[in-house]
């Protein structure tokens, strides 16, 4: 039977994921996708059976409501585009969090996902207004051309009695689509947003950003360009429909007739011609709010990065990573945030991300650059070169990340792939800084407080637990009290720490700060409250023979350390295993700075080796996104 030490860590982690057997989380994927389809149905229906717009399908057909549904959703999601990429108001609401805190905080470093989400359906969107309205016009240039007596014919002439009561924007039989298509306003701010949509999107690819980030960079500035072609798209009002006073004069389920079958001497009160109104413009009231709150974010960003950096050190590493410290008045920083870097030298316009490497407890800021691009390449290469001055740098942050959450959990497993372990050099750093301090905060003395209903599962051993000698103690008597205070035993929490690198120089990175770390744990007494694995992914027989004939030596040959280099990729599975059978009762928190590869092995891992039972052992996995 668990003890309540256990059950209160259990509830502690399980609190901070909202849990509730009865009210579980939505995802905000499946809301927003909720939306969209409830928008797109709600419109499709609205423009295909609405009366107002009898006469304009009797032109378009169905391709109006799918024009128009598309139309709807683009609005939408044009509205939701900037907002994951509002860096401040996301480092703001990630510290505003108190209640269900741990999950809502999940939700908001899937930013960039959503992003990209939000993106794909723009593009997808596009494609179907953009084919509609191509029918649309195809059919428009039918109706202008027909001479048949039907009912889209005559719609078509209406422009020839009174040049108010068009339908049909295409006045003429010498006009064409492609002419209507680039020379009206619609027509040709569609051709701009969709080619600036096409641009933005393919140059987001993987192997584009990690490659060619410059072109990236570049390219999804034309989102400026679409936006001010989204708002002023619609101005020109190319769909009509029947205007209200028209339909209470001429309604068209009973005076369609007479439209085409009208004879000159008609008195009856059908033969008055219908009037139409163009579908005003809507888009800037979808986007209005989310473009002013993103031009008040790129305001401050400029501000901050007007602000005074100093460059205090530079340091060049093996396998051509640049380390810069640096300082900035009142900046303040958190482990595991990352800052944005400018450099003028290099650039004017680029910017960066880079996650700090520094600790909250030092008097400066550092980041580690490892050359991957002709960004980072050249910035190397200037502070390589400078002499007399200091290359000037912008910084804009920090910014939070999942890795912000790792003192969160009981127990944290932390893996990161080459120059991805920085995030947990910061972490690192600042479980050493607080041994050094003898900081208390490393031992975890939560008190929780949670209402009584959340305990109704665990009555039974609870009671039973109050008449035995136990570290935790309940602060209201049973039977059933409102609210119950349980102060877990102090226990400290346990790191385990998995560094995969291709090439033994990437090791010497943060070998000094590993080696500190064990000489001060094993002087502290707590030898075991790190426990760190380093695999070399990436070898060849001269260093595999050497470390076989020093396998017996007291520090590793290729790094050093205590700690033997495992050759070869860890083997996830026995890794989780062990980790579940160390703490069958802790929430474990994952953290990832790697590949998606390698994001996908320990997200199965995490789901496989976490117990259905919420009082036993759960995995929580946490990827670092920029």
């Known amino acids: 039977m668990p003890s309540i030490c256990a059950s209160s860590r259990v509830l502690q982690g399980e609190r901070s994921r909202c849990w509730s057997s009865s009210q579980p989380l939505v995802p ?129 002439k209406m422009h020839l009695q009174d040049s108010n009561k068009w339908l049909n924007p295409i006045h003429s039989n010498q006009t064409t689509v492609e002419y ?28 584009i950003r990690r490659n060619y980030f410059e072109v990236f960079w570049y390219t999804h500035h034309l989102f400026i360009i679409y936006f001010i072609g989204l708002v002023i798209h619609g101005v020109a009002g190319l769909v009509r429909g029947q205007t209200e006073e028209s339909m209470k004069e001429v309604h068209p389920q009973s005076c369609a007739e007479f439209l085409v079958n009208k004879s000159k001497e008609c008195r009856h009160k059908c033969c008055k011609e219908p009037e139409f109104g163009s579908i005003p413009a809507e888009s800037w009231k979808w986007v209005l709010a989310p473009v002013i709150l993103y031009i008040f974010e790129r305001i401050l960003r400029i501000w901050r990065a007007r602000q005074k950096v100093v460059v205090t050190k530079v340091v060049m590493h093996p396998a051509k990573v640049l380390e810069l410290q640096m300082q900035k008045k009142g900046f303040r920083m958190e482990v595991g945030q990352y800052i944005f870097v400018n450099c003028p030298a290099v650039s004017l316009l680029e910017w960066h991300p880079f996650t700090l490497t520094s600790a909250p407890e030092e008097d400066f800021f550092s980041i580690h650059i490892r050359a991957a691009g002709d960004w980072t390449e050249h910035i190397i290469d200037t502070f390589q070169q400078q002499k007399l001055e200091m290359p000037r ?51 975890t003395k939560k008190v929780l407080d949670v209402p009584w209903d959340w305990l109704a599962p665990y009555y039974g051993f609870l009671h039973v637990q109050k008449h035995l000698a136990s570290p935790c103690s309940l602060s209201h008597p049973f039977p059933a009290p409102s609210r119950v205070t349980l102060l877990p035993h102090a226990t400290a929490p346990q790191i385990y720490f998995y560094w995969l690198c291709r090439d033994t120089g990437a090791f ?98 995490c789901h496989q080796h976490s117990s259905l039972d919420p009082r036993k052992v759960k995995f929580y996995f946490n990827k670092e996104n920029f």
């Open 508 to 605: 010497t990175w943060f070998n000094d700060l590993l080696a500190s770390l064990e000489q001060k744990m094993a002087e502290s007494g707590k030898a075991d409250f790190l426990t760190y694995r380093l695999f070399l992914t990436g070898w060849d027989t001269s260093i595999a023979n050497n470390a076989a004939l020093h396998f017996d030596t007291v520090t590793d040959t290729v790094t050093g350390l205590r700690q033997k280099t495992i050759f070869g990729r860890p083997r996830w599975d026995t890794e989780f295993s062990a980790v579940a059978t160390a703490h069958p009762r802790s929430v474990v928190g994952v953290f990832l700075c790697g590949p998606e590869a390698l994001a996908k092995v320990l997200r199965r891992s």
């Open 28 to 156: 905000p994927q499946a809301a927003w996708l909720g939306i969209n389809i409830f928008l797109f149905t709600y419109y499709f229906l609205f423009f295909d059976r609405d009366e107002r717009y009898f006469y304009t399908r009797a032109i378009l057909g169905s391709a109006l409501a799918w024009a128009r549904a598309s139309a709807k959703c683009l609005n939408f999601n044009s509205m939701l585009i900037l907002l994951p990429v509002c860096r401040n108001l996301l480092s703001f609401l990630r510290g505003s969090f108190s209640c269900c805190r741990r999950t809502l905080r999940k939700q908001l470093d899937h930013n960039l996902t959503f992003h990209k989400l939000v993106a794909y359906a723009l593009a997808l969107l596009t494609a179907v207004h953009t084919i509609a309205h191509l029918f649309n016009l195809e059919r428009y240039n039918h109706s202008q051309q027909a001479n048949d007596g039907s009912l889209h014919a005559v719609l078509s």
């Open 393 to 443: 740098i912008k910084v804009d942050g920090p910014f939070g990340t999942a890795s912000e959450d790792v003192f969160l959990y009981e127990v944290a497993m932390l893996v990161g792939a080459g120059i991805g372990v920085t995030p947990f050099a910061s972490i690192l750093k600042s479980i050493w800084y607080r041994f050094q301090q003898n900081d208390q905060t490393l031992k």
């Open 180 to 207: 209507v298509a680039f020379t009206t306003i619609p027509g040709l701010t569609g051709v701009i947003i969709t080619l600036a949509l096409i641009l933005m999107v393919t140059s987001s690819t993987e192997f």
